[in-house]
Nanobody, 124 residues
Framework: VQLQASGGGLVQAGGSLGLSCAAS????????MSWFRQAPGQEREFVAA????????SYADSVKGRFTISRDNARNTVYLQMNNLKPGDTAVYYC??????????????????WGQGTLVTVSS
């Protein structure tokens, strides 16, 4: 499975950006798709996750109400719409995919596949 993330860029605080991540290959292994981010000098942290059916959705408290994760299973693509961005959202954003149980959906080490990362910079 290969994951190709795109959509990062520079935006002013309060602005919006949309990220996408397209999966190719054995996409039956991408039942859960998620976004993580890593700021300079920080550990990778969970942002949002969505199960194949959409029945399980999870957000980090820091982005709840501002970010929306969605997916198009026909296109094997997951999206992250980010609104009301803050300077603290500046990071490299990674998409991840795998066969992940709901109890572990926020743990980066359980995901098998990772995209290359896309940089989001929010200026104040």
């Amino acid at each position: 499975v290969q994951l190709q993330a795109s959509g990062g860029g520079l935006v002013q605080a309060g602005g919006s950006l949309g990220l996408s991540c397209a999966a190719s290959g054995r996409t039956y292994s991408t039942r859960t798709m998620s976004w993580f981010r890593q700021a300079p000098g920080q550990e990778r942290e969970f942002v949002a996750a969505l199960s194949w059916s959409g029945g399980i959705t999870s957000y980090a408290d820091s982005v709840k109400g501002r970010f929306t994760i969605s997916r198009d299973n026909a296109r094997n693509t997951v999206y992250l719409q980010m609104n009301n961005l803050k300077p603290g959202d500046t990071a490299v954003y990674y998409c991840a995919a795998g066969l992940v149980g709901s109890a572990y959906i926020r743990a980066p080490n359980v995901y098998t596949y990772w995209g290359q990362g896309t940089l989001v910079t929010v200026s104040s």
